[in-house]
């Protein structure tokens, strides 16, 4: 299993950047593929982004492509997400997941754990 706490979301105006970290511990972090996905109220969880074991691949959804990055490092067992040229619409509680089996997908379902989640708020 593996332990995921994710750190760096907050209030932001549109237009700002935020860089959302995701620090893993438990498991070799170099045995999951890393998703981002969000929250809203009312709304199904979304997925964001997600990168391969060794980040080789990396997929986005088209809403934050060429906004968004995600990135790995697994000798510090993290993944971040760097969030640029942030619209209210990215507001939501964004989470980190890990997936243990692969193919690297989209789904809720495919991600074996989960972190708390982070609050990330933008202002118009």
């Known amino acids: 299993q593996v332990k995921l706490v994710e750190s760096g979301g907050g209030l932001v105006p549109a237009g700002a950047s935020l860089r959302l970290s995701c620090s893993a511990s438990g498991d070799a972090f170099d045995k999951y593929i890393m998703g981002w996905f969000r929250q809203s109220p009312g709304k199904e969880r979304e997925f964001i982004a997600a990168?391969?074991?060794?980040?080789?691949?990396?997929d986005y959804a088209d809403s934050v492509k060429g906004r968004f990055i995600i990135a790995r490092d697994n000798a510090k067992n993290t993944v971040w997400l760097q969030m640029d040229n942030m619209i209210p619409e990215d507001t939501a509680v964004y989470y980190c997941a890990a997936d243990h089996n692969g193919p690297m997908g989209r789904s809720v379902s495919e991600y074996d754990f989960w972190g708390q989640g982070t609050q990330v708020a933008v202002s118009s």
């Open positions: 990168i391969s074991w060794y980040g080789g691949t990396i």
